[in-house]
């Protein structure tokens, strides 16, 4: 239980530092674009509010709760699946800017609709098709409490093939997207401006990378070293405090790249999404 407590205390601070973050990244996008909805405002607006409800509901105390608790169970779940779709949502985003980069004249479809709503279903299924397996209870998991840890190989397939594998294939592609997008673009405009552009583009790909990269070794070494119902080693146990804590300034770096800068609201020649 210390350890839990230890690392819900840690981690509140940069959930909330986060959750500030997207509200005055939310505040900003209003105020540029309360006249006009672009393509850009909305895809920010949606990837907000992913990470807004994500650190928002890390700040729930439902890991100190009992073992089985439905406020446990609540807080997981909406973290679960507000993160998921955030990460989720930046690959849409890579893909949108990809698209229109090299086929312009294209009929890719200019709606946040669809690609939102595909978002959400798969997020929800990743997130609901544990409850219906007969393991359902507590875990060791970290955020994975409806899964009981008297099989562990149960636990970690469930988090590999429901999260982190979607995730990792996420940030490999927009680091394909963007690096692409970036060749076009020093292609393209060999002024101060384009290099400006190309350099603020470079970060985005890397966000993800940089915060999943502690929290996927964490699992990781979780899974193949340790046995739930064991104690862990406080060298492990503080690298997964931190990894917890580094995981939760996603919603900053993303509020700030996206959002905040206004960078990437400037890229122009964008279509108004039809909503």
């Known amino acids: 239980m210390v350890e839990y407590y230890d690392g819900y205390v840690s981690s509140s601070v940069f959930s909330f530092i986060s959750a500030v973050a997207c509200c005055y990244a939310l505040v900003l996008n209003y105020r540029r674009n309360k006249l006009s909805k672009s393509a850009q405002a909305n895809l920010i607006l949606v990837l907000t509010l992913f990470y807004l409800i994500t650190n928002v509901s890390s700040l729930l105390p439902g890991i100190l709760m009992e073992k089985n608790s439905s406020l446990c169970k609540a807080q997981a779940g909406i973290t679960i699946f507000s993160a998921l779709a955030g990460i989720l949502w930046t690959g849409y985003i890579a893909l949108y800017m990809y698209i229109k980069c090299y086929r312009e004249n294209s009929n890719?479809?200019?709606g946040i609709w669809v690609p939102l709503i595909?978002?959400?279903l798969f997020c929800?299924?990743?997130?609901a098709f544990p409850l219906?397996?007969?393991?359902?209870g507590f875990?060791?998991?970290s955020g994975w409490c409806?899964?009981?840890p008297n099989k562990p190989y149960h636990l970690y397939s469930f988090v590999y093939i429901l999260y982190y594998i979607p995730v990792w294939i996420v940030i490999v592609w927009n680091m394909y997207a963007y690096i692409k997008i970036i060749r076009k673009v020093n292609e393209q405009f060999r002024t101060d401006e384009g290099r400006a552009l190309s350099k603020s583009l470079i970060w985005y790909p890397f966000i993800a990378f940089v915060f999943y990269l502690p929290q996927?070794?964490?699992r990781f070494i979780e899974s193949g070293l340790y046995n739930p119902k064991e104690d862990k080693p406080d060298d492990f146990i503080n690298f997964k405090i931190f990894a917890c804590c580094w995981i939760r300034l996603?919603?900053?770096a993303n509020s700030v790249a996206y959002g905040i800068t206004g960078h990437f609201q400037q890229r122009g020649g964008y279509a108004s999404p039809k909503v």
């Open 108 to 110: 890719f479809h200019d």
């Open 118 to 120: 595909i978002v959400i």
């Open 124 to 127: 929800v299924m990743s997130t």
């Open 132 to 136: 219906g397996y007969d393991e359902v």
């Open 139 to 141: 875990s060791d998991g």
């Open 146 to 148: 409806w899964i009981k």
């Open 216 to 218: 996927s070794l964490s």
């Open 250 to 252: 996603l919603g900053f």
